[in-house]
């Protein structure tokens, strides 16, 4: 669903605006004051109705918005574009690098969105489910997913041979998910109705959901957030602060060496240090290491060709820190005058 775009045409009679309530690809409608809507004009790909003048042009403009993925696979020394259709959001990269849990959200995904597992080789990629995915366990056999189609209600998904399970439904709002070590348990942030998001520990037989941390602490989007070995997880408090949470306790323990509007996006394999992300193009990745503070620049990213790109998403990164994936956003725009439309 998306709308972006409204103006009053000369007549005074109807409010015209850009939207679509499935995928990205809007269209131009007009209103009229009693609630009457129709189609004033249709095109491939994205329109936003931008002004009407008093004799009746209209400036639109048609948009390409794509949502990219760049990886560089283990023992590769070149990245290569792995995206897949026309918005493939990262959901998770295996420890070795080698595998790569994506979504297709945009027009091509539908109302639902698609999960994909692919290998970052290159290969195809294998369509698992009509889902939003959040996190890939360890072990690459399980993807943690969720539907937002009037429930909220996890869904474990296999990678390989298997039934899927649902859990029951969940009367919070769900907003990000991650695996524990042993795939028998897991973390996600969520908010009960008037109240602030925080995280909680469920078992995958549903029996077992609690609050770990307060209210208004969640993990940054599109992170790593949890360590290696489980027992932490990075988070963002009501100040923006990224810390390390205990996952059992929720007690926290800020992170030296971070710079003001960073955010902590993942671990080492070894979990002794963090990286830290600053959102920017191109986006510069600090290695943080957490008993000390000291900070040392791990890589800069950015796709080869520059243009159009508006944001670069907090990368995921392999244990060895040698292999890594993240999502570019790439807007481009064209700009038209319009007459004739009544």
Do not use: C
Not at 29 to 37: P, Q
Not at 149 to 155: A, H, M, S
Not at 174 to 198: D, K, M, T, V, Y
Request: proline content about 7%; hydrophobic content about 35%.
């Amino acid at each position: 669903m998306s709308a972006y775009g409204l103006a009053w045409p000369p007549s005074g009679r109807e409010v015209w605006f850009t939207a679509t309530r499935v995928g990205s690809d809007r269209t131009l409608f007009a209103v009229s004051l009693d609630g009457k809507e129709r189609i004033l004009s249709r095109a491939p790909g994205t329109l936003t109705l931008h002004d009407i003048s008093k004799t009746g042009r209209v400036l639109l403009s048609r948009d390409d918005w794509r949502l990219g993925i760049i990886a560089l696979a283990p023992g590769q020394s070149k990245e290569q574009d792995l995206s897949y259709l026309d918005f493939s959001a990262i959901r998770g990269l295996s420890p070795d690098g080698k595998l790569l849990l994506f979504d297709e959200s945009g027009e091509a995904g539908g109302a639902a969105g698609v999960a994909y597992l692919r290998k970052t080789d290159g290969s195809p990629p294998l369509r698992l489910a009509d889902v939003s995915s959040m996190s890939l366990s360890a072990d690459g056999k399980w993807a943690l997913a969720v539907t937002f189609q009037g429930v909220n209600q996890f869904t474990l998904i296999p990678t390989g041979t298997g039934e899927s399970k649902t859990l029951p439904v969940s009367q919070l709002n769900i907003h990000w998910g991650g695996w524990l070590p042993g795939n028998r348990e897991f973390l996600f942030s969520a908010n009960a109705q008037g109240h602030g998001s925080r995280i909680y520990r469920e078992s995958v037989d549903g029996s077992a959901q609690r609050p770990v941390t307060p209210e208004g602490v969640s993990p940054a989007p599109y992170t790593q957030a949890v360590s290696p070995d489980g027992r932490f997880v990075l988070a963002v408090d009501a100040d923006g602060n990224s810390a390390v949470y205990s996952a059992e306790t929720g007690e926290p323990k800020s992170i030296p060496g971070m710079e003001p509007g960073e955010q902590a996006i993942g671990w080492t394999g070894d979990g002794s240090s963090i990286y830290a992300y600053r959102p920017s193009v191109p986006a510069r990745i600090y290695r943080v290491e957490l008993s000390s503070g000291h900070r040392q620049l791990w890589k800069e990213l950015s796709p080869a060709e520059p243009s159009g790109v508006t944001f670069i998403r907090p990368p995921h990164i392999s244990d060895d820190g040698k292999s890594y994936a993240y999502n570019y956003s790439r807007f481009l725009s064209y700009l038209y005058v319009v007459d004739g439309l009544k």
